[in-house]
């Protein structure tokens, strides 16, 4: 796995680059700090785009078979339709997660485009109005590693925003607890490049829908900066700035030389507390893989963030052999399911406040102290 740590030139560079992260107000130092310390005892388990590991990732099945497995929170990815609805999704390209190339009538929006700075082919959300999203139907991301959801392809609709906090709502009222959101924008500064920018639209549904207070179940997340800090001004509801590799495409676009690497740092984590409550780390940030594709040793990230201020909820868990460490997988078939346990043991040993979790029911059980039946 790459190094995280800055380069030489990073370096060089992060002192400017980290005084435009400082230009921000204050978070609620307290709130999160009291937060943390009740997270880190009791690790929330995030359903990772739903119970995406057993149901085609963001559909209201896999929404409320997550939340019958017990988790915290579920996680809609929130893409903007042509007319300005907001959809879950994890990627504006439609063709991987939807039955759209089997729609004749939408051959002709097939085009080539640009999205945070990758060129790419196929079908975009934002050429699609709300009633025509609303035509497609979900199909299974990653087939060869979960074959059995590839059987429920077709079978449910593109939620909207709206739809699955209905869903939430509803299911709080049966399941007698509070359920959570855990919200990404994806492609935010590649929106607004559209007119079609989501902050404002979302900091309103979510106000109309009784989510517009500090203490509210709703995380918002992103990869990118510049639109949490605006987000920022908007509402008090808790932001996690997520960490990827390379830079945040906002700060390409704007021309700061800020890297993820850089933000990782105690100075960097600082910066980030000014105006968000958590981050999202990739894994290889706590517990980075060695040359041989093992569980490494964890880093600093978990304390220095703590010492920020800071939750940390990091991602993605995902059971089968394919994503797991080389000395957790079991057998040869990728898509089998290996040792996550171990791995979810060695991560939980760091402090994290939380997870993403594609089987959130392995998690369940293992903050309850109960390991997975053998054999699943």
């Known amino acids: 796995m790459p190094s995280f740590l800055p380069t030489a030139l990073g370096q060089r560079l992060f002192a400017s680059a980290l005084s435009g992260l400082l230009c921000i107000g204050t978070a609620h130092a307290d709130m999160v700090q009291t937060e943390r310390q009740t997270a880190s005892a009791n690790p929330l388990v995030i359903a990772h785009r739903g119970a995406s590991g057993y149901v085609p990732e963001h559909t209201l099945a896999a929404y409320a078979l997550a939340i019958l497995q017990g988790a915290d929170y579920i996680e809609p990815d929130l893409v903007s339709s042509k007319d300005g609805h907001l959809f879950a999704r994890h990627d504006n390209e439609?063709?991987?997660?939807?039955?759209?190339?089997?729609?004749?009538?939408?051959?002709?929006?097939?085009?080539?485009?640009?999205?945070?700075?990758?060129e790419l082919e196929g079908?975009?959300?934002?050429?699609?109005?709300?009633?025509?999203?609303?035509?497609?139907?979900?199909?299974e991301r990653i087939p060869e590693e979960r074959p059995g959801n590839t059987r429920l392809n077709g079978q449910f609709e593109i939620p909207t925003l709206q739809e699955i906090i209905?869903?939430?709502?509803?299911?709080?009222?049966?399941?007698?607890?509070?359920i959570g959101l855990y919200i990404e924008t994806k492609h935010p500064m590649h929106f607004s490049q559209?007119?079609?920018?989501?902050?404002?639209?979302l900091v309103e549904i979510l106000a109309r829908n009784g989510y517009g207070d500090a203490d509210a179940p709703v995380?918002?997340?992103?990869?990118?900066?510049?639109?949490?800090?605006?987000?920022?001004?908007?509402?008090?509801?808790?932001?996690?700035?997520?960490?990827?590799?390379?830079?945040?495409?906002?700060?390409?676009?704007?021309?700061n030389p800020l890297t993820y690497a850089q933000m990782a740092t105690p100075a960097g984590l600082r910066a980030v507390a000014s105006y968000a409550a958590g981050v999202g780390p990739e894994k290889g940030y706590i517990i980075p893989r060695t040359a041989s594709d093992e569980l490494g040793e964890p880093t600093r990230f978990v304390a220095d963030a703590h010492a920020a201020g800071l939750l940390v909820h990091p991602f993605t868990f995902r059971a089968e052999n394919r994503f797991l460490p080389a000395d957790l997988r079991q057998g040869d078939d990728p898509a089998a399911r290996g040792?996550?346990?171990?791995e979810l043991r060695a991560f939980l040993a760091t402090g994290i406040d939380g997870l993403f979790i594609d089987q959130p029911d392995v998690a369940v059980r293992l903050r309850q102290g109960r390991d997975t039946p053998q054999g699943r």
């Open 94 to 118: 439609l063709g991987l997660t939807t039955d759209v190339a089997q729609h004749p009538e939408f051959a002709g929006r097939k085009r080539s485009a640009e999205v945070d700075g990758v």
């Open 123 to 139: 079908w975009f959300s934002e050429d699609f109005t709300a009633a025509e999203l609303k035509r497609l139907r979900a199909i």
């Open 166 to 178: 209905d869903l939430v709502q509803a299911l709080q009222t049966s399941q007698g607890r509070q």
């Open 194 to 201: 559209q007119g079609l920018a989501m902050e404002q639209r």
């Open 219 to 255: 995380f918002i997340q992103s990869f990118e900066v510049s639109n949490l800090k605006a987000l920022s001004q908007l509402t008090p509801l808790r932001l996690v700035q997520l960490y990827g590799r390379g830079r945040p495409y906002d700060q390409t676009v704007l021309g």
């Open 339 to 342: 040792d996550i346990e171990t």
